[in-house]
């Protein structure tokens, strides 16, 4: 995208998120904790408001602006842009014991909401709005939405590095998977959730340790997995532990590394 397509994107982007129209009711939720959500329908309900307070946490009492996605059967998702990518903040799901709302944030554990009918009648979307428009001047929002190399970077590694730790815990053998992280591009690491591939040599070791005691002895000599992605995915032992290659389009990647690792 150009300079300028986007500067325009971002003037249309700005200019609908100024005109936009609430709904008249707005929908308070219990996190539990002190933690509340406040969600804001537009009065077309294809996007909304939304505000998490009472947590220490970077989005605490940010208004971003979602977009409502409707995956049918009264499911929907409100997906907003973080660090670059689009996130998925607030899910709403149906089953059989009637709706369910769930928040997720970065870097933390998901949220089961109830709805709070009291705050639910307290709460004014004009007062929501007003504060939405205040912080989008002072860039608040853009702020967060601009993709942060070296936030993702950390992030994954923190996710990886708990992968690890879990592994370790359930083989009695300290394992470490390392990523040449200057090898992937801003590209991927905005698209792909890398931990859920290269984590997955040792999620898979995991596995094979708590089913089969015996597995425990050979995972003693496989200390550090080296992961990188590639055309092909490829799997081999070298002096330092396994050399996993990974491809994001390869199919049954789990399957691939447990039989590797049972036949090895």
Same mark, same amino acid.
């Given at each position: 995208?150009?300079?300028?397509?986007?500067?325009?994107?971002?003037?249309?982007?700005?200019?609908?998120?100024?005109? !936009?129209? !609430?709904?008249?009711?707005?929908?308070?939720?219990?996190?539990?904790?002190? @933690?509340?959500?406040?969600?804001?329908?537009?009065?077309?309900?294809?996007?909304? !408001?939304?505000?998490?307070?009472? @947590?220490?946490?970077?989005?605490?009492?940010?208004?971003?602006?979602?977009? &409502?996605?409707?995956?049918?059967?009264?499911?929907?998702?409100?997906?907003?842009?973080?660090?670059?990518?689009?996130?998925?903040?607030?899910?709403?799901?149906?089953?059989?014991?009637?709706?369910?709302?769930?928040?997720?944030?970065?870097?933390?554990?998901?949220?089961?909401?109830?709805?709070?009918?009291?705050?639910?009648?307290?709460?004014?979307?004009?007062?929501? !709005?007003?504060?939405?428009?205040?912080?989008?001047?002072?860039?608040?929002?853009?702020?967060?939405?601009?993709?942060?190399?070296?936030?993702?970077?950390?992030?994954?590694?923190?996710?990886?590095?708990? @992968?690890?730790?879990?592994?370790?815990?359930?083989?009695?053998?300290?394992?470490?998977?390392?990523?040449?992280?200057?090898? &992937?591009?801003?590209?991927?690491?905005?698209?792909?959730?890398?931990?859920?591939?290269?984590?997955?040599?040792?999620?898979?070791?995991?596995?094979?340790?708590?089913?089969?005691?015996?597995?425990?002895?050979?995972?003693?000599?496989?200390?550090?997995?080296?992961?990188?992605?590639?055309?092909?995915?490829?799997?081999?032992?070298?002096?330092?532990?396994?050399?996993?290659?990974?491809?994001?389009?390869?199919?049954?990647?789990?399957?691939? &590394?447990?039989?590797?690792?049972?036949?090895?």
């Amino acid at each position: 995208m150009t300079r300028l397509s986007l500067l325009l994107a971002t003037s249309l982007f700005t200019l609908n998120a100024s005109a !936009l129209e !609430l709904a008249k009711y707005p929908q308070v939720f219990d996190a539990g904790k002190g @933690i509340s959500v406040t969600v804001a329908p537009s009065s077309d309900n294809t996007q909304a !408001l939304v505000q998490v307070s009472g @947590i220490n946490h970077p989005l605490d009492e940010v208004v971003l602006l979602t977009t &409502i996605k409707d995956r049918g059967n009264d499911d929907r998702d409100y997906t907003t842009t973080l660090n670059g990518s689009a996130y998925n903040m607030l899910v709403k799901r149906q089953g059989w014991g009637g709706e369910r709302f769930q928040l997720y944030l970065p870097n933390t554990d998901g949220f089961e909401l109830g709805f709070d009918e009291t705050k639910s009648k307290e709460a004014k979307p004009a007062t929501l !709005l007003a504060l939405y428009e205040q912080q989008k001047k002072k860039g608040l929002q853009d702020k967060l939405s601009r993709f942060d190399r070296e936030q993702r970077v950390a992030d994954f590694t923190q996710q990886l590095q708990q @992968i690890d730790q879990d592994a370790s815990k359930a083989c009695g053998n300290s394992m470490t998977t390392q990523v040449e992280w200057s090898a &992937i591009d801003d590209d991927k690491l905005k698209r792909l959730g890398v931990p859920s591939f290269c984590g997955e040599v040792v999620r898979q070791m995991a596995s094979l340790c708590e089913s089969s005691p015996d597995f425990k002895t050979q995972a003693e000599q496989l200390k550090t997995v080296q992961c990188s992605f590639e055309a092909q995915l490829k799997l081999r032992e070298s002096d330092a532990g396994l050399v996993f290659t990974t491809h994001e389009e390869a199919p049954n990647q789990g399957d691939f &590394i447990n039989a590797f690792l049972r036949n090895r």
